[in-house]
């Protein structure tokens, strides 16, 4: 049920924004040969026939009319596709892009006083092998517009994979925009200083000796629902109301800005998330937004972004839009609510708790599905929990989170339109004895560690030596996580090639112990799989095999989207009374390097490592 205070502030937007649009100038709307112009007396926008793209953005602001984007990248959608096969000829550009204008079929503008849409449509090519629609609509009294993609692919169609799909804003560079506004925390100057020389993609040593890297922006799709670039006198918002068409669910990663960019990533395989794969024969189609991007003036960039965030409130109020054309956009919705709990004890941690379509062997987790719709909330520790405006259908229930090494998976949950539907969950835990000690929580992420705030900093293997230099030791009782454990074992090391966890047991042991390695990402240093040596008193009892899970050490990161969970049984007459040692390392593992450049560096973090014995 929608709280008392929600409602008044929904019903107050509604209001205010009917009086404002009553008030507001019609959308005006004028096509040539080449070109559709919108404008709505707040904004205006051109879009180019000949690049399918917008290439010309501006806001007014006191009577002048003042630029945001110009030229052909000034608003676009691209995606990154390959196919199985090709047919003999065609010709794959190298980095897969396609954007609208490759094949297009012409515009079509529908325009009333109250909105104007552009859709612009493209057909499969010799090796894009989706149908495509590009929606742009400006509404009366926005200061905005919005976009959103609907993707097709007919079943007579070959198999393909989409493994990027984003809408794109490049904005002028002429000083508007001085600042990038992420989160409340994260507002960063934009530098202006030349590049010296490029790192890595997207990734610059600047003349004044600092790195400017895009990856030091990327954020959660949960937690990122509204930023942008801001500057003086005009500030420009990615804003989405919901984030079901994402892929990967709450702890998928992505970029936002960088340099004179805006990204509104809609799916991507970045941080080991899974792309988009489609069979011959199989009929699929999404919609991926609507996005508005609104463009706001005020007197401060402490007063565009507090705007920009009531902005996306209202969205969020809206949702599922009532205007929105393609017949693929649900606008029947359902609700989930309910609670978990776990069986014989007291929840330490919250959970997310997410409906995703159902597992796959080739889409298996939440994590990793990627052509359905998703719908997630968070929870406190209490377990309960209201998802609404749920597309209709059938989901698997996961619930992740809440300190435990494995999730409650539930299929067969029926969301109906205009219905609600509840569960109640009785969560068991996971146990393979007493547990001796537990190091962080399990929680899919290793920036409980130190320098795992720091993770989107750049190269942040370099600092590893500086902080460690005797390599990691932990003593388990008098050691802080926080301080003691890096977030990230990388494959190289100061001194010794391993990492040791000391701890004291009061009695020897019999029977059998188990040892829960849970795992937030896993990159080889060479090779297909990381291999990690694990020995108990210096008996080597295991050596796990962990494939790549993504690039969280190179894209900044504390966790890549998989999680792997390996829980290694071994003698408890390994341990005995007084000090024991568990070390871990890499069997690639190799010296720091003491001069020169440092390739090919693999890493592990550790979400939770617990001993138990029984």
């Given at each position: 049920m929608i709280s008392l205070p929600r409602l008044f502030t929904f019903l107050f937007c509604l209001v205010a924004g009917a009086l404002l649009q009553a008030a507001a100038p019609p959308v005006t709307a004028r096509e040539d040969a080449?070109?559709?112009?919108?404008?709505?007396?707040?904004?205006?926008?051109e879009y180019s026939k000949q690049t399918a793209t917008l290439d010309a953005i501006y806001r007014y602001v006191a009577g002048q009319r003042l630029a945001v984007a110009t030229g052909s990248d000034a608003y676009y959608w691209d995606s990154v596709s390959q196919p199985e096969s090709?047919?003999?000829?065609?010709?794959?550009?190298?980095?897969?892009?396609?954007?609208?204008?490759m094949n297009p079929d012409p515009p079509r503008l529908i325009a009333t006083p109250e909105a104007a849409e552009i859709v612009a449509p493209a057909r499969h090519n010799g090796w894009f092998f989706f149908d495509i629609e590009i929606h742009y609509v400006l509404r009366r009294g926005d200061a905005g517009f919005y976009a959103y993609a609907v993707i097709r692919h007919p079943a007579e169609l070959p198999a393909t994979t989409l493994y990027q799909m984003r809408f794109v804003s490049k904005t002028i560079t002429d000083g508007?925009?001085?600042?990038?506004?992420?989160?409340?925390?994260?507002?960063?100057?934009?530098?202006?200083?030349?590049?010296?020389k490029q790192l890595a993609n997207a990734t610059y040593l600047l003349t004044d000796g600092t790195v400017q890297t895009k990856y030091q922006n990327s954020s959660y799709w949960a937690e990122t629902l509204v930023y942008g670039h801001a500057g003086p006198r005009i500030g420009l918002w990615s804003i989405t109301a919901s984030t079901e068409y994402h892929n990967g669910g709450p702890l998928k990663q992505g970029q936002t800005v960088h340099d004179n960019v805006l990204l509104r990533v809609l799916t991507s395989s970045h941080f080991g998330a899974s792309p988009v794969g489609v069979a011959k024969g199989e009929a699929w189609s999404k919609v991926y937004?609507?996005?508005?991007?609104?463009i706001n003036a005020g007197g401060s960039i402490a007063e565009l972004w507090t705007d920009a965030k009531r902005r996306q409130q209202e969205e969020e109020a809206r949702w599922p839009y009532s205007w929105v054309t393609a017949p693929e956009y649900g606008k029947e919705r359902g609700t989930f609510t309910g609670s978990w709990k776990l069986r014989g004890e007291i929840a330490k941690t919250g959970a997310w708790v997410v409906l995703s379509e159902p597992a796959t062997?080739?889409?298996?987790?939440?994590?990793?599905?990627?052509?359905?719709?998703?719908?997630?909330?968070?929870?406190?520790?209490?377990?309960?929990?209201?998802?609404?405006?749920?597309r209709p259908g059938r989901y698997t229930l996961y619930i992740s989170g809440a300190d435990q090494p494995a999730q409650y998976v539930e299929d067969g949950v029926e969301i109906h339109a205009g219905a609600a539907t509840t569960r109640n969950v009785a969560w068991t835990p996971v146990h393979h004895g007493r547990t001796?000690?537990?190091?962080?929580?399990?929680?899919?992420?290793?920036?409980?560690?130190?320098?795992?705030?720091?993770?989107?900093?750049?190269?942040?293997?370099?600092?590893?030596?500086?902080d460690f230099p005797e390599d990691v030791t932990f003593t388990v009782g008098a050691s802080d996580p926080a301080r003691d454990w890096n977030y990230a074992q990388w494959s190289i090391y100061a001194k010794k090639p391993v990492w040791t966890i000391r701890f004291r047991c009061e009695e020897p042991f019999a029977g059998q112990a188990a040892l829960t390695l849970a795992f937030s990402s896993a990159q080889p240093a060479r090779g297909a799989m990381t291999n990690l040596q694990v020995s108990v008193n210096?008996?080597?009892?295991?050596?796990?095999?962990?494939?790549?899970?993504?690039?969280?050490?190179?894209?900044?990161?504390?966790?890549?989207?998989?999680?792997?969970?390996?829980?290694?049984?071994?003698?408890?007459?390994?341990?005995h009374a007084g000090w024991n040692e568990i070390t871990l390392g890499h069997a690639e593992a190799r010296p720091f390097p003491a001069s020169g450049e440092i390739r090919g560096v693999g890493q592990v973090m550790y979400d939770a490592i617990r001993l138990e014995v029984r």
């Open positions: 080449g070109s559709i112009q919108l404008d709505n007396g707040l904004i205006s926008l090709v047919a003999a000829g065609v010709v794959v550009p190298t980095n897969g892009n396609f954007r609208v204008h508007t925009f001085t600042e990038f506004v992420i989160g409340d925390e994260r507002v960063k100057t934009i530098d202006r200083n030349a590049v010296e937004g609507p996005v508005f991007t609104y062997p080739r889409y298996p987790d939440w994590t990793l599905q990627s052509k359905g719709y998703q719908f997630w909330a968070r929870t406190g520790a209490d377990g309960r929990f209201t998802i609404r405006n749920v001796l000690w537990q190091m962080g929580t399990f929680d899919r992420t290793a920036a409980e560690f130190r320098n795992g705030e720091s993770a989107r900093d750049f190269e942040m293997f370099k600092r590893y030596p500086k210096g008996k080597l009892i295991d050596t796990v095999h962990l494939p790549k899970t993504g690039t969280a050490g190179y894209r900044g990161s504390a966790q890549d989207s998989p999680w792997n969970v390996r829980v290694l049984e071994f003698d408890a007459g390994l341990l």
